[in-house]
């Protein structure tokens, strides 16, 4: 079955850092692969889809068969974008399955 | 438009009592996704809808979980008897029924059952 791995729980980088937020997936096709974001006591919101290929925040995210990654990448980390980041695939055609989650705090 | 609304935003309750969750999907989005979230678990799904029928209940914990789509606009999430270990914030989230489309999330419930 299709998944996401995140390896890391917590991540704490300073104010204007690069950050790098890791995300792995399992599937031997063509995955959809989404980041969502969730503010502190607020709602999941998409953040970015692979095939946008858009830049949203100023995070990034490439698709990288070879690693089977999808990593969030920001060059110059922001206090607000302290939250939490869920990487996130489908597991057929409608079922999304998110990974554990990292919470992302930036130091001032 | 005014996204997915989901209620009650808290509930607090004891143990023993039902619960009702209620969630109102983005107009013209056509499946309906029900989520628990918890620290030790992250989030999963438990059940979602096309159409208004379920299609896939598999997250469903055990029996005492129960959803209902009666329409379009519409979606319970029943706990009974509901306990302490139930608590949790509870994710209702829409999109339009068609495959590998985003999901749009409510601002969830967050429920804890004393």
Known sequence: AQRVTQPEKLLSVFKGAPVELKCNYSYSGSPELFWYVQYSRQRL???LRHISRESIKGFTADLNKGETSFHLKKPFAQEEDSAM????TF????????GQGTRLTINP | DAGVIQSPRHEVTEMGQEVTLRCKPIS???????????????????IYFNNNVPIDDSGMP???FSAKMPNASFSTLKIQPSEPRDSAV????SSIGTVNQPQHFGDGTRLSIL
């Open chain 2, 90 to 93: 509870y994710f209702c989230a």
């Open chain 1, 85 to 88: 980041y869920y990487c996130a």
């Open chain 2, 28 to 46: 013209g989005h056509n499946s309906l996704f029900w989520y628990r979230q918890t620290m030790m678990r992250g989030l999963e799904l438990l």
């Open chain 1, 45 to 47: 919101q998409l953040l």
């Open chain 1, 91 to 98: 597991q057929g055609a409608q079922k999304l399955v998110f």
């Open chain 2, 62 to 64: 055990e029996d005492r």
